[in-house]
């Protein structure tokens, strides 16, 4: 459920770097809040962590509290990291999601989800807001996807950052990393700017919990040797859409 939520929360990012050549990368650092949740007999404790946005000239990173995305457009690879396991996928870019998994079991994944195709509604509230020091405008969105309503409202600002190109290019190679996602691309389209908060409300039947993400701080940095690529003595597994879905 929350690797659901990461990556609605990055989808939702639809900022980017300030355009190439600065010597140092663009550094972003979010707060966020995620409230304990119980799926399928599964219970995760509410915590609070700190999710980095990290943008060079041909590279991005984003690090959340357990894992790490890594795209290298120098390279034409998308690196999935798991830091509780000590591993890491490759991926070439673009991605193609048929080429991640057997023919059969493509095709069983892509008729599920067509059966589970989402609605989505994207709402311009008229409001705006102002955190960290950033002007915002506020949207609403909507996602109802088989027994589960996912409802963000997020406040946006277009001074923050720029260039979009690069940013575009990571979310939509996330969003291909399932099958027959085009609506998680339009989502990216659709709202232009940084999101400076956004609160998340996630119903299942009965149950339902909340997250939230805040701007902390925007600034220049010299990225550390390595940030880049996968640490030393961590595994290299193969994908698994299955767990990427789950």
């Known amino acids: 459920m929350r690797s659901l939520y990461r990556r609605l929360s990055l989808l939702l990012l639809a900022g980017a770097l300030i355009a190439g050549g600065a010597a140092a990368d663009q550094v ?67 991605v193609d999601f048929k080429k991640l998994v057997d023919p059969q079991m493509a095709g069983m994944m892509e008729q599920m ?4 195709a989402p609605s989505v509604t994207v709402t311009a509230t008229g409001q705006s807001g102002n955190f960290a020091g950033y002007a915002c405008d506020y949207y609403d969105v909507a996602v109802k996807v088989a027994m589960m309503q996912i409802n963000t409202t997020g406040c946006y600002s277009d001074k923050i950052l720029t260039h979009t190109a690069r940013y575009q290019a990571l979310a939509e190679a996330q969003a291909e990393l399932v099958p027959n ?9 659709k709202i232009k700017g940084f999101p400076v908060r956004t609160e998340t409300t996630t119903a299942m039947g009965k149950k339902s919990f909340k997250n939230w993400q805040e701007l902390k701080s925007v600034e220049e940095r010299t990225a550390p040797e390595g940030l880049y690529a996968p640490p030393a003595g961590y595994r290299e597994v193969k994908f698994d859409p299955m767990a990427q879905g789950r």
């Open 28 to 94: 972003i650092t979010m707060q966020s809040h995620a409230d304990a949740v119980t799926v399928m007999g599964q219970k995760s404790p509410a915590k609070d962590y700190t999710q980095t946005y990290w943008f060079g000239n041909d590279r991005m990173r984003v690090d959340d509290d357990e894992n790490s995305t890594i795209m290298r457009l120098d390279q034409k690879k998308l690196y999935l990291l798991d830091h509780a396991q000590k591993t890491f996928s490759a991926i070439d870019l673009p």
């Open 181 to 189: 996602a085009s609506w998680m691309k339009d989502l990216a389209q």
């Open 113 to 116: 989800m067509q059966m589970m």
